[in-house]
C-alpha cells in the first residue's frame, strides 16, 4: 500500500512558474513509476508525465515538453513536477499516481496506476 500526498498547487500568472511535491509513504517507493496527471474543468483526466524507477527515463505529453519538469528524490520519498512557462491551459487538478508495473507507452494511461493522491489545484491567470 502506497499513499501519495501532493503539495505546491496555487494560483500564478501565465509566463509564471510552479513546483509541485508528491510524498510517498512506505520503504519502496523506488521500485514505483511515479506519474503525473491533470483533469481540467469539464475534461478528462490526461497525461502529464512520468518517470521511471531510477530516474533515467521520462516521459511527457507534447503539451507540457519543454516547459515542465519530472523529478525524483528516492531518498526522500518524493516525486517533484517543476512547472515553468505556465499557460491558462494549464489549469486543472494535478494528481500524482504510483505504479510498479507500466512500461513504455503503457505509463501513459491512467489506468496502468495503482495508487493516486487527491490531488492539488493548479490555477494560470492570464
Known amino acids: 500500500q502506497v499513499q501519495l500526498v501532493e503539495s505546491g498547487g496555487g494560483l500564478v500568472q501565465a509566463g509564471g512558474s510552479l513546483r509541485l511535491s508528491c510524498a510517498a509513504s512506505?520503504?519502496?517507493?523506488?521500485?514505483?513509476?511515479m506519474g503525473w496527471f491533470r483533469q481540467a474543468p469539464g475534461k478528462e483526466r490526461e497525461f502529464v508525465t512520468a518517470?521511471?524507477?531510477?530516474?533515467?527515463?521520462?516521459y511527457y505529453a507534447d503539451a507540457v515538453k519543454g516547459r515542465f519538469t519530472i523529478s525524483r528524490d528516492n531518498a526522500k520519498n518524493t516525486v517533484y513536477l517543476q512547472m515553468n512557462s505556465l499557460k491558462p491551459e494549464d489549469t486543472a487538478v494535478y494528481y500524482c499516481?504510483?505504479?510498479?508495473?507500466?512500461?513504455?507507452?503503457?505509463?501513459?494511461?491512467?489506468?496502468?496506476?495503482?495508487?493516486w493522491g487527491q490531488g492539488t489545484q493548479v490555477t494560470v491567470s492570464s
Open positions: 499516481a504510483a505504479d510498479k508495473f507500466c512500461a513504455g507507452y503503457l505509463c501513459y494511461d491512467e489506468g496502468s496506476y495503482e495508487y
Open positions: 512506505g520503504r519502496t517507493f523506488n521500485t514505483y513509476v
Open positions: 518517470i521511471l524507477r531510477s530516474g533515467g527515463g521520462t
